[in-house]
């Protein structure tokens, strides 16, 4: 990666939004199927994904990419999260799994 590159994690909806941009008659296979893609599985508008990003790494201390990661599933139940989030190499108390449902839940 060059100088002027810069990597940044993005959930879903966002990449869909930059997408959503390109000239698809001139974009590549790839290009197509990705935007394809963030189109069929966004689960939330861009604003809306970048507000619960935010949130949950402010108020329930996860990285950036474990906030995208929960904006990208948008699980609903304690069940669903503690499943998703148990590959982490950190466990989560009940509390910030239930503060990351409450964020998730207002934010729908």
Same mark, same amino acid.
């Given at each position: /990666?060059?100088?002027?590159?810069?990597?940044?994690?993005? @959930?879903?909806?966002?990449?869909?939004?930059?997408?959503?941009?390109?000239?698809?008659?001139?974009?590549?296979?790839?290009?197509?199927? #990705?935007?394809?893609?963030?189109?069929?599985? @966004?689960?939330? #508008?861009?604003?809306? $994904?970048?507000?619960?990003?935010?949130?949950?790494?402010?108020?329930?201390?996860? @990285?950036?990419?474990? $906030?995208?990661?929960?904006?990208?599933? /948008?699980?609903?139940?304690?069940?669903?999260?503690? #499943?998703?989030? @148990?590959?982490?190499?950190?466990?989560?108390?009940?509390?910030?799994?239930?503060?990351?449902?409450?964020?998730?839940? #207002?934010?729908?």
């Amino acid at each position: /990666m060059s100088d002027k590159q810069q990597k940044k994690v993005l @959930s879903i909806p966002e990449a869909n939004q930059i997408l959503q941009k390109i000239d698809v008659e001139k974009a590549d296979q790839i290009q197509k199927r #990705t935007l394809d893609y963030t189109t069929k599985f @966004s689960k939330s #508008t861009p604003e809306e $994904a970048k507000k619960m990003r935010k949130e949950l790494e402010t108020e329930a201390g996860l @990285s950036q990419e474990e $906030a995208v990661e929960v904006v990208n599933i /948008m699980p609903k139940t304690l069940e669903e999260l503690r #499943t998703f989030t @148990s590959g982490w190499r950190k466990l989560l108390p009940t509390e910030t799994l239930e503060k990351i449902l409450k964020i998730l839940q #207002t934010r729908k």
